[in-house]
């Protein structure tokens, strides 16, 4: 065998059993990069919402004393403003990603490029989360356990600094992870298609 | 405003050509076939903006072939663990081999070249000059008679460990 009775076999092979979709609406488009980094964020802004709402009453579920509200609700305030910001942009790419026709390199590079830049957004919006999710701890931590009175000022302050680390080290676990499993993998795909392009 | 119809009738000429991409690129039927449907679902979803400035096969080739190269199998499937093809045939037998067979142990090897690698033998075996491929994959001329050069090398090598002349 070589390539001219390959090339022959490729030309007279038939295509009388291929099928084509009755209708192209029934077609959904399944396995696609695109396709699966759009569910996984429709699938995380439910989780978002959902954790956004149970946050936003918790003082109420977990009985949150009334002198902290005023503060929990600031803070909280902090939290949705963030939040509107970064889901409007990752809104923003949800729909430019549905755009994407891949019919030339330089669209398969702006994919990558594109969802590179909003791993690194969905990075900072996680971290920014931090030093919130911190303070409201800190206030249920300070609400429930009378801890000026059992430590002294520089005992609170070392408290906080390991609360906080704590806290950097699991969302940072946790969110390398998500990102590694939810889009990370299909970045890196799309990379090693564009590294096998270069010269 | 192209009809769905028109779409589909334009299709059905080219539908072969679009059944051996996802040949090349997938292994298990199941597979090929969610390929397959793939690639018309991100046909159809572009041919809006193809500008009639090329010719349509020429649009059709560039956006399957780059739906193939970023497309993902189903994770659970479990991979093919037998083949279908015989192994180790003797020479005078492999002389008279039909096409078909041939062409089975084509995908069986080029199953298992690179994406990129997969789609410079397609365009090769369509009969696109080096010229051609690099528009299509939007790489250097040089660089498209390099790398095709080294993925037919690697093709036969492949089909050599099959047990085939070549």
């Excluded at chain 1, 022959?8 to 084509?20: F, S, V």
């Excluded at chain 1, 439910?46 to 918790?58: D, H, T």
């Amino acid at each position: 065998m070589n390539f001219d009775d390959i090339q022959a076999a490729w030309n007279q092979e038939g295509n009388e059993n291929i099928q084509l979709p009755a209708a192209l609406s029934d077609l959904k488009g399944k396995n696609s990069p695109v396709k699966k980094i759009r569910s996984a964020m429709r699938t995380e802004l439910i989780f978002q919402l959902f954790g956004m709402i149970v946050v936003g009453f918790s003082p109420q579920i977990l009985g949150l004393h009334s002198n902290f509200q005023l503060a929990f609700y600031m803070t909280y305030g902090f939290l949705i403003i963030i939040s509107i910001y970064y889901l409007i942009r990752f809104y923003f790419f949800y729909n430019r990603l549905y755009n994407y026709t891949l019919n030339s390199k330089e669209s398969l590079y702006s994919l990558y490029y594109d969802i590179k830049v909003n791993i690194e957004m969905y990075r900072s919006f996680n971290y920014a989360l931090i030093p919130i999710l911190v303070i409201m701890t800190s206030l249920y931590l300070v609400a429930k356990i009378p801890l000026a009175s059992l430590m002294d000022q520089s005992h609170l302050l070392t408290l906080g600094v390991i609360i906080l680390a704590i806290s950097t080290i699991i969302i940072y676990g946790f969110l390398e992870f998500g990102i590694k499993l939810s889009y990370g993998r299909y970045l890196k795909e799309i990379g090693s298609i564009l590294d096998q392009l270069k010269e | 405003m192209p009809t769905e119809n028109d779409f589909l009738t334009l299709l059905d000429t080219h539908k072969g050509i679009l059944h051996k991409i996802s040949k090349m690129y997938m292994e298990s039927p199941e597979d090929q076939q969610d390929l397959f449907q793939e690639i018309i679902y991100q046909l159809w979803k572009s041919y809006s903006s193809f500008s009639h400035q090329s010719k349509f096969s020429t649009w059709m080739y560039r956006v399957a072939v780059n739906t193939a190269i970023t497309f993902f199998k189903k994770e659970k499937r479990k991979p093919l663990t037998t083949s279908s093809i015989p192994e180790n045939l003797p020479t005078e037998e492999s002389e008279a081999i039909s096409q078909e067979l041939k062409l089975s142990h084509f995908y069986k090897a080029v199953q298992q070249l690179e994406k990129i690698e997969k789609a410079l033998i397609f365009y090769h075996l369509e009969n696109y000059t080096h010229k051609e491929i690099s528009l299509q994959l939007g790489i250097s001329e040089v660089n498209a008679r390099v790398k095709l050069n080294r993925a037919k090398n690697k093709l036969k090598e492949l089909i050599k460990n099959q047990g085939y002349e070549f």
